[in-house]
């Protein structure tokens, strides 16, 4: 549900709608959570705050792309619907992955499993439909770069990542979806050289402000500002 499946789902709608309706189709994994998160779970009830913050924190990626990748929603209806999937396949993933922390497993233990098991759920797959020995060998460049996928985005990021579910909650962990395109576009900035625009700072302040409102902030804000 965190690997295998989005991972597959995300790749094929990509293959037919354009990248940018597809980063805020991904950027509804904060939604689902906050809704799943309600009706499976007793301590992640969904409050104003959060609603109020996940939608103003789609907004902001929303607006941080440009609305103007919406302009083919409606298109390609399957491969929107399996972006969204994946995004609904995310959610339910942090929610399964809450029971790791009540049966004493260190991080570092499920984030192992998961990757072994995609791993080996995938490998017959993927030597059936690409056939590996019958493409050139690939560059040192593209192996330093899946050793990076490999190793920094994968193998860490997913003990990073059972290991905030365990303390901060599957809701909050799924927002890390809304800093996804914000860490891209200053990335970007920084390595590439690409112009930070206007349009990007508003939808960044706007992700803030999804967040502050989500943790309390915002609320805690406006009380002593009253007080």
């Known amino acids: 549900m965190n690997n295998m499946i989005p991972f597959c789902l995300i790749v094929w709608g990509q293959t037919h709608i354009a990248s940018g309706l597809a980063s805020i189709l991904n950027a509804t ?20 705050n959060r609603l109020f913050g996940v939608i103003v924190g789609f907004a902001g990626v929303a607006y941080m792309i440009g609305f103007d990748a919406l302009k ?10 399996a972006v969204l ?34 791993t080996v759920l995938m490998l017959p797959i993927a030597l059936v439909a690409d056939q590996p020995w019958t493409l050139a060998m690939p560059s040192a460049e593209t192996w330093l770069a899946l050793s990076g996928l490999a190793i ?12 905030i579910l365990a303390t901060a909650g ?25 112009q930070l625009q206007l349009k990007h700072l ?4 706007l992700i803030a402000v999804g967040l502050a409102a989500i943790d309390g902030r915002l609320v805690n804000l406006g009380r002593r500002r009253v007080a």
């Open 29 to 48: 994994t904060p939604l689902f959570a906050v809704i799943v998160a309600h009706v499976l779970t007793a301590d992640e009830k969904l409050t104003v």
């Open 72 to 81: 083919d929603l409606g298109s390609n209806v399957l491969a929107q619907l």
């Open 85 to 118: 999937g994946a995004a609904f396949s995310y959610s339910l993933a942090g929610i399964w992955g809450r029971r790791f922390r009540r049966m004493g497993l260190a991080p570092l233990i499920p984030a192992a499993g998961q990757v072994t098991a995609s």
């Open 152 to 163: 920094l985005s994968t193998a860490v990021a997913y003990v990073l990542f059972f290991r």
């Open 170 to 194: 599957a809701t909050n962990l799924m927002l890390v979806t809304f800093l996804i395109p914000v860490s891209a576009i200053l990335l970007g900035a920084a390595a590439l050289g690409e």
């Open 202 to 205: 508003i939808g960044m302040a």
